[in-house]
């Protein structure tokens, strides 16, 4: 790529990283009147929300769970522009399906109605306790969701002011702890508090305000997209061209060009600078000020540069097709293993790599079967290992899991699998770090614990250096879809509005 020497009037902000976070930025930066450039070294947008075909099969790589789509009905709303003219959204039914080792299931979703149904079938005294705990994620969501986290979180005096808050939604509890408290039925509690594993976290020590998440679920609904995530990427991709942002993809930003603390813009890998007033990161900040700050910054970045973090767990990802179809099984399943508290205690704590495990297995051929051949299925199964700080040897590790995976699934909810799988391929731990720039291959960058998040957490507005901000996983508030799209609002507050913009 040559060196940009154009003359623009308009400020200029660089995006580093297309996942939903930066292409979220991108698009609230050229609201705003910046003249935007996006890049990202994958070769396609959308970050890990990548889209891989295999011998006819499709499959979504990264996120298959949209929640709260007002946030992404907001970005087309800046530009006058309708979401549902670029991309159709529906909703499966249910919501989840859990198999439980006993081989009970539980359908969630996609009425309050269907829920308690399937609550009193498994544990009637649990219905009540279930109303009670929506009740409670309602209350931290208020708090927690619509007040805090488009806030930023830069001042310690602002995070002391919120200590009541805290204390008030028991924020020293688990989630695991918090679900407890209201459910009684262990297959209940575990299916309750399995959201923090979607950012990253282990429920026994995820802080119960990703409670949360149970209200901005019952809320807003879970939806996919028609055509997959991808078809999400695309959209937006469409809206930000037209709007004049640039993209540059399979281009990889090398370091972050910092000036006398100020930072003058990007330099790639193939040493061109490209100069920007702006430069927001959407790639992992533990690799940021580890390798793409100058080493000469001030000791708060020093501090940050040298911080290890407690990073989530690593995802071992199976993508494969079969030749037939299964058409009992939902679009989304989580498929519990016997153990749960000591199988995540040797994933987050012990980083040991056990023979049994817990799965989500995505089927999106239920809901949208343009995914696979005519008379076939499509699937990817997500399992939850320890990231790279394990050691694990995944060229030996990877091959053996997926056959006790392929194993337990024909032995249970994909009877026939073995005869019938096909065109398969997997990521490891080891390709999320080559692949993304991952810090030890974790899946989901810090894990949410309290000390991990609010002001705990990476700032949005980088330490030590003017002109660099952050969004995404690794940022205020935290993974998933709708913090890592969140995380982009709290631009509009830290990053200055361009001279002479309206």
């Keep these: 790529m040559p060196r940009d020497t154009s003359l623009n009037p308009q400020p200029r902000a660089i995006v580093a990283g297309a996942g939903f976070g930066g292409i979220a930025a991108a698009l609230r930066l050229r609201a705003r009147g910046y003249d935007v450039h996006l890049i990202d070294r994958c070769p396609r947008l959308g970050g890990r929300g990548q889209v891989f075909e295999h011998d006819g099969f499709r499959h979504d790589a990264g996120p298959t769970v949209l929640t709260a789509p007002f946030l992404f009905e ?60 929506g009740a409670w994620s309602k209350k931290i969501y208020d708090i927690g969701f619509k007040r805090l986290s488009t806030a930023p979180f830069h001042s310690f005096g602002f995070m002391l002011q919120q200590i009541p808050h805290l204390l008030r939604l028991r924020s020293y509890e688990s989630v695991w702890g918090m679900v407890s408290r209201f459910i009684k039925d262990d297959r209940l509690r575990r299916a309750f508090s399995i959201q923090p594993l979607l950012v990253g976290g282990n429920p026994f020590d995820t802080t119960a305000i990703y409670g949360m998440i149970n209200h901005l679920e019952r809320a807003h609904g879970i939806w996919f997209p028609k ?10 991709e469409a809206l930000m061209r037209e709007e004049g942002i640039r993209i540059s993809l399979d281009t990889t930003i090398d370091r972050i060009a910092v000036e006398d603390g100020l930072t003058t813009g990007v330099v ?28 000469e910054l001030p000791s708060s970045t020093a501090k940050l540069r040298s911080r290890h973090g407690r990073l989530s767990m690593g995802l071992y990802v199976l993508f494969f097709g079969a030749k037939r179809t299964w058409p009992g099984v939902a679009h989304h399943t989580v498929w519990f293993g016997e153990r749960y508290k000591g199988l995540l205690s040797d994933i987050f704590h012990k980083k040991v790599l056990a023979d049994d495990f817990s799965l989500y297995v995505h089927r999106p051929t239920a809901t949208d079967p343009s995914f696979a051949p005519e008379g076939c299925d499509s699937f990817y199964v997500l399992c939850p290992v320890p990231n790279l700080a394990g050691g694990q040897d995944w060229s030996v590790e990877g091959p053996k899991l ?24 997997a990521m490891t731990p080891e390709d999320f770090r080559n692949d993304y720039l991952s810090v030890d291959g974790a899946g989901f960058s810090l894990s949410p614990f309290f000390s991990q998040s609010a002001w705990f957490r990476f700032h949005n507005r980088a330490e030590g250096v003017d002109g660099l901000y952050f969004v995404g996983a690794g940022t205020h508030p935290g993974a998933g879809l709708p913090g890592v799209v969140s995380s982009a609002k709290v631009l509009d507050t830290v990053v200055p509005a361009p001279v002479g913009a309206p």
């Design 74 to 133: 907001e970005l087309f709303t800046l530009f006058g522009r309708r979401m549902e003219d670029y991309v159709e959204l529906v909703e499966p039914d249910p919501w989840y399906r859990f198999h439980f080792h006993d081989g009970e299931t539980f359908d969630y979703g996609p009425t309050e109605a269907a829920t308690e149904a399937e609550i009193a079938r498994l544990s009637p005294r649990d219905v009540e306790g279930y109303r009670r705990m």
């Design 227 to 236: 055509g997959g995530t991808g078809a999400l990427v695309d959209a937006l």
């Design 402 to 425: 997926r056959d006790r995976i392929v194993k337990a699934l024909d032995e249970t909810m994909l009877p026939g699998l073995s005869e019938a799988i096909t065109a398969e391929f």
């Design 268 to 295: 790639l890998e193939d040493g061109w600078h490209l100069p920007a007033d702006v430069v927001v990161s959407n790639m992992d900040p533990v690799h940021v000020y580890r390798h793409m700050l100058p080493a």
